[in-house]
């Protein structure tokens, strides 16, 4: 039977918290001022993180939903999570900046990091259908927690436009997930964001996000 009461700690467990924001990838500390029509490094370095998250996002859904696919949700999000990653290509191509998906195999990334936060979120998610829905909200956390601390990081109209939509997507992904949960008598208690900012994402509608 599943629980009545889920409140996942999977992430502090596995240590994944410091893979997050601690990896090479965040482009902290590059004050470089970025000529016109060009990004910093710290730009550039942050969208390809965003490109290979969103990839780590989609490969795990596919891989959940082969295993939990009684319900569209691990396959329909899988889909969004495709545009994500085309939307941060189609800057890394505007910009210059090499992409990091050389191998769109599932499970193929070039950060080790990433690959390694994707083979802990897969585990975790294959057990059971409620851990499945539990690694997807925490997903969703993540991906929303990182790419406010990206925004954060340009001023660039059009990638800040993108990082919205990205992250107005997650929001949807997260309600998604986490009545999923409510539906079989679970719970999920986010590892990223603040509670406050949770309970308020639950608690808006459904969003149409836009597009590029």
Known sequence: MWSR????????????G??????????????????????????????VWV???????????????????????????????????DEIAVLLDAYGVADPVVDDTVGAFTDPAIAQ???QLTTAGLPSAIDALAVGATIEDLDIFDIDARVA???????????????CGSENHLRAF??????????????????????????ADHQMCGSP
């Open 5 to 16: 009461s889920l409140v996942i700690s999977m992430i502090s467990a596995l240590g994944i």
């Open 18 to 47: 410091a893979v997050a924001c601690g990896s090479a990838g965040d482009g902290a500390g590059d004050d470089t001022t970025p000529a016109p029509g060009t990004i910093s490094a710290a730009e550039a370095s942050d969208l």
């Open 51 to 85: 490109r290979e998250e969103e990839k780590l996002a989609r490969d795990v859904y596919r891989v959940l939903d082969d295993a939990w696919g009684t319900t569209p949700v691990f396959a329909n999000i899988a889909v969004a999570e495709q545009r994500h990653m």
């Open 117 to 119: 936060l994707y083979a």
């Open 153 to 167: 990081r340009t001023d660039r109209a059009d990638i800040v436009a993108a990082y919205g939509r990205l992250t």
């Open 178 to 203: 986490t009545g999923q949960l409510d539906a079989v008598g679970a719970s999920y208690a986010p590892q990223y964001l603040t509670l406050d900012a949770y309970q308020a994402i639950l608690a």
